[in-house]
């Protein structure tokens, strides 16, 4: 059987499961990679104190793939900026666009997303942008040169599941990109839900964080996460309605 | 006698913005009477998924007191989703507490025979240097409130000499005309900070008996104008125990709820400070905002606003402080000196209010890190 990798910008990847960091400890990243069997690593450059206390880029393991975002730009030009100041840093070519200027709901503002994207893929990026799922700003994105699409799940941090599930189905049907679910997810069935529906990665942070056993919940999510992408490759099972097959047949009446 | 200026109509230099955010404000704060609360309405708003403004109202009302608890365990959920186990920690540099204002609760009132000071950018530049020792990397510089002895000129030469050592600096001076944030905000500013001290126009106008700070309306558009100018985060605050506390801690949640519906991008935050003894003033005493009604008000702005950041002064103590950051407060400053500088040098000038907790930025550290949290010094970028 060929191998299960997930292809961002021509990096393979065995893991599923990207980690959202900076809500919780910075000395527990290094047990939540661990037993996340996390391979990519959000990492918020405006908490990025180099040099100083507290720098998360001081605690994330040699091995991890740093997937630097764009948090606090409120627009695209801002975000290009962040972009190109994390590349700068050392933080390789992956970024994650993320242009917010509502403080209320965080909700991703998709058009800006979509110049950024096309800027900073021109420059070379494996650009993985942040949005709101809409099929047409999906599409393009694509043509932008996204690597892969994160339709958010629930709004950030809200731990409320897969609110937009219709639309990211819509996305994991018309889209060719790896889509990522970013945001909302709260719980390990949530991620297996999503893996079952056909997203090709999840990603989480708050749901790990506010666990009461940090690195505990990093390995629900691994497996949930696991189970999900098997069930998805092993092709659901017809799932009957309450009452079984209709018995009355409508199709009685044909005479060849 | 001396005839006092009308404390709601304008000054010739003060900007009028294009908003009726004050008279929504007062006219909501008018109809509120939190004695008609009752019980049922505070265990209805504890159940709501999202809070409107009056079940904030009922949060604050007496009929809340004994539902602490159980805001206590809903802010800290809502703490947690919104900002992880993150606190962040900043400073405040006084740089000058010259003060033009008669406002008789205040040590810097101008009437109040106090050392007087404002630091050069020789003195500025050392103690910053002094205080970026500590890794901290945001700053709030303050003043007293005289644009003569400390104009936008002066503080926009403090900002910038702040940005070579620190990554986020906030402003707590003097209201200001739009350009003017500009101005500042060019310089590296990128937060400001307005209290309104009482929302009640009367008691205000009784508090501040002289003054540029009497003019109302001109404080209370503040906010909008340095949103406007480009900032981008405001504080709000009232000082509780001047007023009316349940009713100032209404009237501040409604004003940063209207500012956040029409300036989206602008990230709040809310301070709630309580009256403190000071200098040459000892028997002016807190009214009657003990903890316990700190602790509820703090509770409240949460959950009415579970995305706004909440700062905890060093007007509290430790063991206060300790306890609230990670539930409901999401900012706590550390080192923290009131006096003119006095990080480096002596201080220049005398204190506003007497602080409560004096622990260094390390001990602050490593309560924070005890308690499980992760202390933030950078939580922003400037690009």
Redesign the interface.
């Known amino acids: 059987m060929k191998k299960d990798k997930l292809v961002i910008g021509g990096h393979e990847f065995q893991s599923r499961f990207i980690l959202g960091s900076?809500?919780?400890?910075?000395e527990m990243t290094n047990a939540v990679i661990q037993n996340g069997g996390v391979e990519m690593a959000t990492l918020?450059?405006?908490?990025?104190?180099v040099g100083?206390?507290?720098n998360i880029l001081d605690y994330m393991p040699e091995n991890i793939t740093l997937l630097p975002n764009t948090s606090?730009?409120?627009t695209a030009e801002?975000a290009v900026?962040?972009a190109r100041?994390a590349r700068e840093l050392g933080c390789g070519d992956f970024v994650k666009i993320e242009v917010i200027?509502?403080?209320?709901?965080?909700m991703p503002d998709n058009y800006e997303t979509i110049k950024a994207t096309e800027i900073l893929a021109k420059e070379g990026f494996i650009v993985m942008p942040y949005m709101y799922p809409d099929l047409n700003v999906a599409r393009s994105l694509e043509s932008a040169g996204a690597a892969a699409i994160m339709p958010l799940g629930a709004p950030i941090?809200?731990?409320r599941g897969l609110l937009t599930k219709d639309f990211i189905k819509m996305l994991i049907d018309e889209i060719d990109l790896p889509i990522i679910v970013d945001a909302g997810i709260g719980r390990p069935s949530q991620a297996c839900e999503a893996m079952e529906l056909g997203v090709d990665a999840v990603m989480a942070?708050?749901a790990v964080?506010?666990a009461k056993d940090v690195p505990l919940m990093a390995t629900a999510f691994r497996l949930a996460i696991e189970a999900g992408r098997s069930a998805y490759l092993a092709g659901l099972g017809r799932v009957l309605e309450s009452k079984g097959e209709a018995s009355s047949p409508l199709t009685g009446f044909l005479q060849d | 006698m001396e005839t006092k200026m009308d404390h709601m109509v304008y000054l010739d230099y003060m900007e009028q913005v294009d908003s009726d955010i004050m008279e929504r404000v007062l006219d909501t704060v008018e109809q509120y009477d939190y004695n008609t609360y009752i019980v049922e309405d505070v265990k209805a708003a504890l159940c709501k998924d999202k809070l409107d403004i009056d079940d904030f109202g009922a949060l604050l009302s007496p009929a809340a007191m004994p539902f602490l608890e159980e805001m206590a365990q809903r802010a800290q959920?809502e703490t947690?989703?919104?900002?992880?186990?993150?606190v962040s920690l900043f400073t405040p540099l006084y740089i000058a507490n010259y003060c033009e204002n008669n406002c008789i609760y205040c040590g810097f009132n101008c009437k109040n025979k106090i050392h007087r000071g404002k630091l050069s950018m020789e003195e500025m530049e050392k103690e910053l240097q002094s205080i970026s020792k500590t890794?901290l990397?945001d700053i709030l510089l303050l003043t007293g409130e005289s644009r003569h002895q400390s104009d936008v000129k002066y503080i926009g030469e403090a900002v910038k000499l702040a940005t070579k050592y620190f990554?986020l600096v906030g402003i707590e001076i003097y209201p200001l005309n739009t350009d003017e944030y500009a101005f500042l905000h060019e310089c590296g500013a990128d937060y400001v900070c307005v209290y309104q001290e009482t929302y009640n126009t009367d008691k205000y106008e009784e508090m501040h008996l002289s003054g540029p700070k009497r003019i109302y309306p001109y404080r209370f558009y503040a906010q909008e104008r340095a949103l406007k100018g480009g900032m981008r985060g405001v504080a709000f605050g009232a000082l509780l125990g001047l007023g009316d506390f349940r009713k100032d801690a209404f009237a501040t949640g409604l004003h940063a709820f209207y500012v956040?519906r029409k300036y989206?991008?602008?990230?709040?935050s809310f301070s709630p400070p309580r009256l403190r003894p000071f200098i040459n003033n000892a028997e002016e005493n807190p009214k009657d905002v003990h903890e316990t009604q700190l602790l509820q008000v703090m509770l409240a702005y949460r959950l009415f606003m579970p995305?706004a950041g909440i700062t905890i002064s060093t007007r509290e103590r430790a063991g206060f402080r300790d306890n609230v950051i990670g539930m409901c407060a999401t900012r706590i400053s550390a080192g923290v000196k009131v006096s003119v500088g006095g990080h480096e040098e002596e201080a220049k000038g005398d204190e506003q209010f007497e602080i409560s907790d004096d622990r260094s930025v390390a001990e602050v550290?490593s309560s924070i890190?005890s308690l499980?949290?992760?202390?933030?010094?950078?939580?922003?970028?400037r690009?």
């Open positions: 900076g809500k919780f400890s910075l918020a450059l405006r908490r990025a104190n100083g206390e507290g606090g730009a409120r801002e900026r962040i100041l200027h509502d403080s209320k709901y965080l941090g809200s731990n942070n708050t964080a506010t | 959920k947690r989703a919104h900002f992880g186990n993150a890794g990397r990554a956040q989206p991008q602008g990230e709040i995305y550290l890190e499980g949290l992760q202390p933030v010094f950078l939580d922003y970028i690009v």
